[in-house]
């Protein structure tokens, strides 16, 4: 497997949007230091979906705070759209996976999402906000329930919603960590589907943080292989599937199943 091996397409004439150079992040211990990254290295393109699996404790999500600018490396940088990443943006937006603690639930389905929108430094009228949010929350299938509270919504819909106000945000970059993880396959299926098409759709660059395989290939125009102690990416691997994808017949199709196999041995056994 070769690591982080050219695409042959359009975008491999233009600079990275994302730039990881030798990144590598500690914290100090009792003992001296527990190295948790180390030497991380990747360039991701415009409007490619990149997805990132590795076993628990890899540096998954400790990986997604830096490119989110929530935590500073200890060596390395980060390069987003040529500018270093020193604090967080409104251009790459985090949908977190506990997404029950993400909304405000005092505040409706339509103030959630108006949350993003009054906090733009680009002034809008309400008209224009309202035009907004009616489009995004068609878009994530959640019209119908505009007027609703979080607790009213079923843990798929709240998930949308979270989606949805990082959507207002209009950023360049979605910051995804194991969005799908707590919900029931039938939801998760049906959410792997609509946020493939919204990337596509809107072009988009998504990095998406997961445990599964079987998501990271059905998503992905590349896969992020980690390992952990310390993290570091042991193989990246280019997805040559057609779009769209369909649940049933893109993961029987042979193609799929080899890269299942091939990335099978990056992932922790148990023993």
């Known amino acids: 497997m070769v690591q982080d091996k050219p695409m042959q397409r359009a975008t491999d004439m233009q600079s990275p949007l994302l730039s990881i150079e030798n990144v590598s992040f500690s914290v100090p211990v009792a003992q001296g230091k527990l190295t948790i990254l180390q030497n991380i290295s990747l360039n991701v393109r415009q409007g490619e979906f990149v997805s990132i699996i590795g076993g628990s404790g890899c540096g998954k999500t400790t990986l997604l705070r830096l490119i989110g600018g929530l935590n500073r490396p200890t ?3 980060l390069m987003f759209d040529g500018t270093p990443i020193e604090q967080p943006s409104r251009r790459r937006a985090v949908v977190f996976q506990d997404y029950s603690k993400a909304l405000l639930p005092w505040r409706t389905v339509t103030s959630n999402v108006q949350l ?10 309400a008209a224009t906000k309202k035009k907004i949010i009616e489009r995004l929350l068609e878009q994530v299938g ?35 960590d194991e969005p799908f993880g707590a919900l029931d396959a039938m939801t998760r299926q049906t959410l792997q589907d609509e946020i493939s098409k919204l990337a596509r759709e809107t072009g988009m660059t998504v990095i998406f943080i997961t445990h599964d395989i079987e998501e990271a290939i059905y998503l992905g125009d590349r896969v992020c292989a980690m390992e952990s102690r310390p993290g570091r990416i042991s193989a990246v691997l280019d997805i040559d599937l057609k779009f769209p994808r369909d649940q049933l017949t893109t993961r029987e199709d042979e193609q799929f199943l080899r890269y299942r196999h091939e990335l099978f041995q990056y992932l922790p056994k148990k023993h």
């Open 75 to 77: 060596e390395g940088r």
């Open 116 to 125: 993003a929108l009054d906090t733009d430094p680009t002034p809008r009228d």
């Open 142 to 176: 959640l019209a119908e329930a505009a007027d609703r509270f979080p607790r009213q919504l079923s843990g798929g819909m709240q998930q949308r919603l979270q989606i949805a106000r990082c959507l207002a945000l209009e950023p360049k970059m979605l910051l995804m």
